[in-house]
């Protein structure tokens, strides 16, 4: 059966979403939702544009919405509003309000009979699975994670969402020091800001207060007010010129010991390098749909996360494929 998806903001990971669901013959993109003018937005697929006010109209014409909004301000309302009518899924990753976000959708999810799974993508998603694994085998141990050097989505969503600021692109940059003292073994202890420096390229609207916006940026709770941040504005045509691409990765690493004496020293590392942050981790999420409605259609309902999925319900492979090519 053809998994029948629906997009909900056309922004870069909506795009992303769009060819990652072209690339996958068990789902379909049946319509992209938008708070927009419908005749302005233009898709790469011959796919109904529908304002979001029109949505109900479309509940039993989507299996699995996927929610494309920002992390800031957009899911937090979104995701348990539109579970009330939709399995949905989206990629919210402020991790610090991830079980307030995870509570409420539960909750909303619940009360409808619909199931949410929320915080996909890479990180969280991807690597949070990582990470659990690393605990698991090495309980004794320490965790790392770097991310970079590449452009965060959800950061640089949060500063264009500053008063006065017309587009913005923010840069995460691991710090090379502590990336290899973590390679060494050494077990160093790490507080958040030696570990990563947030750049930030700026375009300001017309007369709008730099030096203001500037400290609202670098005081942003839960985005930069724990990192050495710097802020660069510059025009519109230099951010074009320099900043379109949306590059991104990361790694994450255990160091940890075994043996009777813990005599032994093992270190595991996962790393991504992504040429397209919004095309990666619209992948993801489009993985997660095809989980979303195999779970769904068990009769499950409320929030899951990553942790809650089992590996075979991503794969489009048949159980006896995975076991005879994957195992």
Same mark, same amino acid.
């Given at each position: 059966?053809?998994i029948?998806?629906g997009i909900?903001? *056309? /922004?870069n990971?909506g795009?992303?979403?769009?060819?990652?669901?072209?690339?996958n013959?068990? !789902? +379909?993109? @049946?319509?992209v939702?938008t708070?927009? $003018? =419908?005749a302005? %937005?233009?898709?790469?697929?011959d %796919?109904?544009?529908?304002?979001?006010?029109?949505i109900?109209?479309w509940?039993?014409? %989507? $299996?699995v919405?996927?929610?494309?909004g920002?992390s800031?301000?957009?899911?937090?309302?979104q995701? =348990?509003? *539109?579970?009330?009518?939709?399995?949905? #899924?989206?990629s919210?990753?402020t991790?610090?309000?991830i079980? +307030?976000h995870f509570a409420n959708?539960?909750?909303? @999810?619940?009360?409808?009979?619909k199931? /949410?799974?929320?915080?996909?993508g890479?990180?969280?998603?991807?690597?949070?699975?990582?990470r659990?694994?690393?605990?698991?085998?090495?309980p004794?141990?320490?965790?790392y &994670?770097?991310?970079?050097?590449?452009?965060?989505q959800?950061h640089?969503?949060?500063?264009r969402?500053?008063k006065?600021?017309?587009?913005?692109?923010?840069y995460? #940059?691991?710090?090379?020091?502590a990336?290899?003292?973590?390679?060494?073994?050494?077990n =160093?202890?790490?507080?958040t800001?030696?570990?990563?420096?947030?750049?930030c390229? %700026?375009?300001?609207?017309?007369?709008?207060d730099?030096?203001?916006?500037e400290n609202?940026?670098?005081?942003?709770p839960?985005?930069?007010?724990?990192? $050495?941040t710097?802020v660069?504005f510059?025009d519109?045509? +230099?951010f074009?010129?320099?900043?379109?691409a949306?590059p991104h990765g990361?790694?994450?690493?255990?160091s940890g010991?075994?043996?009777?004496d813990?005599?032994?020293?093992?270190?595991i590392?996962?790393s991504l390098?992504?040429?397209?942050? =919004?095309?990666? &981790?619209?992948s993801?999420m489009?993985?997660?749909?095809?989980?979303? *409605?195999?779970m769904?259609? +068990?009769g499950?309902?409320g929030?899951r996360?990553?942790?809650?999925?089992?590996p075979a *319900?991503l794969?489009a492979k048949?159980?006896?494929?995975?076991r005879?090519? !994957?195992?």
């Amino acid at each position: 059966m053809t998994i029948k998806v629906g997009i909900l903001g *056309y /922004g870069n990971i909506g795009r992303g979403i769009e060819s990652a669901i072209k690339q996958n013959a068990d !789902m +379909e993109l @049946a319509a992209v939702f938008t708070r927009r $003018d =419908p005749a302005s %937005v233009v898709t790469k697929t011959d %796919v109904p544009v529908v304002h979001v006010d029109d949505i109900a109209d479309w509940k039993d014409k %989507v $299996d699995v919405m996927i929610l494309c909004g920002g992390s800031a301000t957009d899911l937090p309302v979104q995701t =348990p509003e *539109y579970v009330k009518m939709f399995n949905v #899924i989206d990629s919210f990753d402020t991790h610090a309000r991830i079980p +307030e976000h995870f509570a409420n959708v539960d909750k909303a @999810a619940k009360e409808s009979g619909k199931l /949410g799974i929320i915080s996909l993508g890479w990180d969280p998603g991807m690597f949070s699975l990582l990470r659990l694994y690393s605990d698991a085998i090495l309980p004794n141990g320490k965790d790392y &994670t770097f991310w970079g050097k590449g452009i965060s989505q959800g950061h640089s969503d949060a500063i264009r969402r500053v008063k006065g600021v017309k587009d913005a692109k923010q840069y995460t #940059i691991p710090i090379e020091a502590a990336l290899d003292a973590v390679r060494s073994g050494s077990n =160093p202890e790490l507080s958040t800001r030696e570990k990563h420096i947030r750049e930030c390229f %700026v375009v300001l609207e017309e007369g709008a207060d730099a030096a203001a916006i500037e400290n609202e940026i670098k005081t942003m709770p839960n985005y930069f007010a724990d990192y $050495d941040t710097i802020v660069n504005f510059i025009d519109e045509e +230099e951010f074009k010129a320099n900043h379109s691409a949306m590059p991104h990765g990361g790694f994450v690493l255990r160091s940890g010991k075994t043996g009777f004496d813990n005599e032994h020293d093992h270190i595991i590392e996962y790393s991504l390098k992504l040429d397209s942050n =919004p095309e990666f &981790t619209g992948s993801a999420m489009v993985a997660f749909a095809r989980a979303c *409605y195999r779970m769904a259609a +068990e009769g499950q309902t409320g929030c899951r996360t990553a942790f809650d999925v089992a590996p075979a *319900y991503l794969s489009a492979k048949l159980p006896e494929e995975l076991r005879e090519h !994957m195992l």
